[in-house]
């Protein structure tokens, strides 16, 4: 499942927006910048279901630290 995450742009103006990878439980699985992309940014991985949440710029800061995290991990698993 793909979460959309967007929180308010950054001093200079550029888009804090992505998607986080997720289990169907809700555990992260990695991060997919958006920049500007858009759509485009998810092909291949769009499934159809996305759920849009907007967060404090602090918030999605964590969340992209913590699915960045996580799509690290897996990489290094699947390189074992």
């Given at each position: 499942?793909?979460?959309?995450?967007?929180?308010t742009?950054?001093?200079?103006?550029?888009?804090r927006?992505?998607?986080m990878?997720?289990?169907?439980?809700?555990?992260?699985?990695?991060?997919?910048?958006?920049?500007?992309?858009?759509?485009?940014?998810?092909?291949?991985?769009?499934?159809?279901?996305?759920?849009?949440?907007?967060?404090?710029?602090?918030?999605f800061?964590?969340?992209?630290?913590?699915?960045?995290?996580?799509?690290?991990?897996?990489?290094?698993?699947?390189?074992s």
């Amino acid at each position: 499942m793909l979460v959309y995450i967007g929180t308010t742009n950054d001093t200079s103006g550029n888009p804090r927006r992505g998607w986080m990878r997720t289990t169907a439980a809700g555990n992260p699985l990695g991060w997919i910048e958006e920049g500007y992309l858009g759509r485009a940014a998810i092909e291949g991985y769009d499934d159809g279901e996305t759920v849009k949440i907007t967060v404090s710029p602090s918030e999605f800061k964590r969340l992209k630290k913590m699915a960045t995290a996580a799509n690290l991990r897996n990489l290094m698993a699947a390189a074992s």
